[in-house]
């Protein structure tokens, strides 16, 4: 449909006539006046310019090179990737969304590209965190910045597997809230597989409970339990809101303990003072995991 050309009013002459253009290049009713519209002109100042190019410098000096200490050398420079498809698609690299981009260089300063998507597929399913082309381990700082990254992901409500919305349905964000408490126990050294949990049972969820319970409950004193899980005896937020006796009876959903067991776990990790203390809680979890699930048993015999 062709627009009117003409201003919209006397009063309004910043804006153009939105109807359509009946007679000519004009509506009916500016069909007399023909006063045609111009687009402002946006005129910089020096000093205007002065600040723009300021803030390009600025840009390119410090917010790409944090972007790339993020996201990887090859962030911006694709061509200096040792792998020119992202392995998932085959398609190009650089149509990895740079939000997803991860890239590191290994041992040899080969650099190497992948969808953090796919990288956080093989920790979901507790495969060995390898180089898919060379079967070389990645090395520690390169898992901690792709945890780190993939936990920045998850508190900004970004989808961290693969979707075709970006709006996480129920089940997505459910996924997101384990993949994170899992990703906080490897961080803290504990390589412990998501699917173990998501695999348990009602009754290993209530073994799990009662054996936190029982060890929580046992041996330590006020204040130790105040510095692993800080605020754990709240008003509003007790660790522990029933003995395993109370609950045993009368709670049969999966889907509840599911969510009471990882709350939690979370509680466990994220509650401690410092990293020493959350290693420390972290270990009370993978006991009681240990005990519950002949699985996570068998990958921790010296627990």
């Not at 359509?20 to 004009?26: I, L, M, S, V």
């Not at 007399?32 to 111009?38: A, R």
């Not at 597997?161 to 126990?185: G, H, I, M, R, S």
């Amino acid at each position: 449909m062709e627009v009117c050309l003409s201003i919209k009013s006397k009063k309004h002459p910043d804006q153009q006539c939105s109807s359509k253009a009946t007679h000519g290049d004009f509506c009916s009713r500016h069909s007399k006046s023909k006063t045609v519209f111009t687009k402002p002109r946006i005129i910089v100042t020096r000093k205007q310019r002065a600040a723009i190019e300021k803030i390009y410098r600025f840009w390119v000096l410090y917010g790409r090179r944090k972007i790339r200490y993020i996201h990887g050398p090859s962030t911006f420079i694709s061509e200096i990737s040792q792998n020119d498809t992202d392995i998932t698609s085959l398609e190009p690299i650089s149509t990895i969304p740079l939000i997803y981009r991860f890239s590191y260089s290994d041992l040899s300063r080969h650099i190497w590209t992948f969808d953090l998507r796919f990288l956080v597929q093989m920790m979901h399913y507790g495969n060995e965190m390898k180089n898919p082309y060379t079967q070389d381990h990645l090395q520690q700082s390169v898992i901690q910045r792709l945890q780190t990254l993939t936990q920045t992901l998850i508190r900004c409500k970004i989808p961290v597997t693969y979707t075709d919305e970006l709006v996480l349905t129920p089940e997505q964000a459910w996924n997101q809230k384990v993949l994170d408490v899992f990703l906080k126990l490897n961080s803290l050294g504990y390589a412990v597989n998501l699917i173990w949990f998501e695999d348990m049972t009602v009754t290993q969820h209530h073994s799990f409970y009662t054996i936190l319970y029982t060890m929580w409950t046992n041996g330590l004193a006020a204040q130790e339990k105040e510095n692993l899980v800080a605020g754990y005896n709240s008003g509003r937020a007790p660790l522990f809101r029933w003995t395993p006796e109370v609950i045993v009876n009368k709670v049969n959903n999966l889907k509840w303990w599911r969510k009471n067991n990882l709350a939690l776990m979370n509680a466990f990790l994220t509650r401690a003072k410092d990293r020493t203390l959350q290693n420390c809680s972290a270990l009370y979890i993978l006991t009681a995991l240990v005990e519950a699930v002949p699985a996570a048993r068998e990958s921790f015999p010296w627990l």
